[in-house]
């Protein structure tokens, strides 16, 4: 029995043919690794020298600081992570760096930030202003002096989403010169609710008011 017309193996290999090839694969997507804020150091050597061994380079950067062994380095460069095309790095990843408070960042992080910010002249302005804003995060009273100051830096230079979190401070004004200034926080407080909401959904709503201070009350 001949098979219906157009769903013949000559007419699949032909819709295969008219298909049109992928111009790049996509690249995989990797995790953070120790290795990443010394990429630089192997991406030159194989550079100058693609036949450099693996423990050599494996020997100049542990003199530099890396923790890691030589299989992890071994992977890295198989991975082509090494390579000076592929990005070490995701923009999500440099985004919550670049957001973090400088005391709360691994201590790698701040050495590549040093050194990815200035290759973007984009990230220079955006990373300086997060910087000085997070030193108003640790409340003292003459911080009171500074905001108005760092908004005035911020919307002299072409920031967009940073003009939208400056006016956020401007109508909670307030509020926010009492958060910078003043150690007190309600945060303990909005801890406690949280986990009394995380403790009625654990218990679907079925036990009523009968159970719930037993769930979340101490003794």
Not at 72 to 84: F, M
Not at 135 to 163: F, G, M, S
């Amino acid at each position: 029995m001949r098979p219906p017309p157009g769903t013949g193996p000559e007419h699949r290999q032909t819709l295969r043919a008219s298909r049109p090839a992928r111009a790049h694969a996509p690249r995989p997507k990797y995790r953070a690794s120790l290795l990443d804020p010394y990429r630089e150091h192997p991406r030159k050597h194989r550079a100058e020298d693609p036949g450099v061994p693996a423990q050599h380079l494996f020997e100049e950067i542990k003199a530099l600081g890396f923790t890691g062994c030589l299989n992890l380095l071994h992977k890295y460069i198989n991975q082509g992570r090494a390579d000076a095309d592929r990005s070490h790095i995701s923009p999500r990843r440099l985004a919550r760096m670049t957001l973090t408070r400088p005391d709360n960042l691994k201590s790698e992080n701040p050495h590549l930030l040093t050194r990815l910010t200035p290759a973007r002249p984009e990230m220079t302005q955006p990373t300086a202003s997060t910087r000085d804003f997070a030193e108003l995060l640790t409340p003292r009273p003459e911080h009171a002096a500074k905001l108005d100051p760092w908004i005035t830096q911020v919307r002299t230079a072409d920031l967009p989403h940073l003009h939208a979190f400056t006016r956020g401070l401007d109508r909670d004004r307030d509020a926010v010169i009492t958060a910078l200034t003043l150690p007190y926080s309600n945060g303990p407080t909005e801890g406690v609710n949280t986990k009394t909401k995380r403790t009625a959904r654990q218990m679907h709503g079925r036990a009523g008011s009968t159970l719930l201070p037993h769930r979340t009350l101490p003794g």
